[in-house]
């Protein structure tokens, strides 16, 4: 058998939500087609490029949950980690994170240089969603062999930046601790604003609990931030040298606007995108270019919930999620119950 194509460095450093790209010019805050009369979005032609994102992902997904784990792997079912990996925002997050990655020069040079998404995003997202349903829900063998392929993976990925004429290597743990702690503070942001808003002590212990999956792909311990206030020094550290250069300008554009989707996904897409620009600090929207985001009203809020409410609905009906649901529903309520 054909062993599939393995992901680049870029490809795992970078990729951390369920999207695909189109490119729209410039840098402005984005349109997208809407049936909804209020929505005021232009309509947006794509060809049909994304076909198979949800069912791919989803098969993914459901390889990735263990049918009987032999541990409760690196976070366990009482974890915070858990509980925000099963939120209905975990989309917005992954977008919102994305968008935060692509701001640091020298990761996007690596995506554009390295990556094989213009020829095949859904086999990268696939790869990658596969990779943190087994280090999050696996156990800790499944974690870690998972965890070993990403690192030989990044261990082959060196070039220079274009822009910058900086040389980068995606072995070096700056490069995985940025895509960490991006992603990391976007599951909490995405949370406050249209999931589960959590607690300053369940933050720090979600951010705390969450140092192991750095480490697992090569970040000293000691780099990690293991608290809401280390993390956000983090951030604040590494501001200075982020940029919106023309890849990550143009990689970015077309995440926010997959082709190829039928009109109701389109809608759904629209309120993904709305939530996770709305949750990027305002430097970051300045950055891209982006404007002032419509105000996330009780009523948008609302709104965008049912959405992310569809779009699992849709995820779910793929074969094989909801045996996965069910297989983590059960392990929750048994260590709630021990």
């Not at 082959?156 to 072995?171: C, I, K, L, N, S």
């Not at 990391?184 to 942001?189: F, G, I, Q, R």
């Not at 983090?234 to 997959?258: D, H, K, N, Q």
Request: hydrophobic content about 45%; proline content about 8%.
């Amino acid at each position: 058998m054909t062993e599939p194509r393995a992901t680049t460095p870029a490809e795992e450093l970078v990729s951390l939500t369920d999207t695909t790209f189109h490119p729209v010019a410039g840098p402005r805050w984005p349109q997208a087609r809407a049936s909804r009369p209020h929505a005021g979005h232009t309509t947006v032609t794509a060809e049909p490029y994304a076909t198979g994102i949800i069912g791919r992902s989803a098969a993914a997904y459901a390889s990735g949950v263990p049918d009987d784990a032999a541990d409760d792997g690196f976070f366990g079912p009482a974890s915070v980690t858990w509980r925000m990996n099963v939120d209905l925002a975990l989309p917005v997050a992954g977008l919102r994170s994305l968008l935060m990655q692509a701001l640091h020069p020298l990761a996007t040079a690596g995506v554009d240089q390295h990556s094989g998404w213009r020829r095949d995003p859904v086999a990268r997202l696939a790869a990658t969603s596969a990779y943190l349903t087994a280090v999050t829900f696996g156990d800790q063998a499944a974690a870690l062999r998972a965890a070993a392929r990403v690192r030989l993976i990044h261990a082959r990925g060196r070039g220079t930046d274009a822009v910058t004429g900086r040389p980068y290597a995606a072995g070096d743990p700056a490069f995985p601790l940025w895509v960490h702690a991006s992603l990391v503070d976007s599951v909490l942001a995405a949370g406050s604003l249209v999931g589960i808003s959590l607690s300053a002590a369940d933050s720090d212990r979600y951010v705390a609990e969450m140092v192991a999956a750095a480490e697992l792909v090569g970040v000293p311990r000691r780099l990690v931030p293991s608290c809401v206030p280390a993390l956000d020094l983090y951030i604040a550290s590494v501001r200075p040298g982020l940029r919106c250069t023309p890849a990550a300008a143009e990689s970015m554009a077309r995440v926010l606007f997959p082709p190829g989707l039928d009109q109701d996904t389109a809608e759904i897409w629209q309120d993904v995108r709305d939530a996770a620009i709305a949750a990027l600090p305002r430097w970051a929207r300045q950055l891209y270019g982006y404007g002032t985001p419509r105000p996330m009203t009780p009523g948008r809020r609302t709104e965008i919930r049912q959405s992310l409410g569809v779009l699992d609905a849709m995820f779910l009906g793929q074969p094989g999620v909801l045996e996965a649901r069910q297989r983590i529903a059960l392990r929750t309520r048994t260590a709630r119950s021990a």
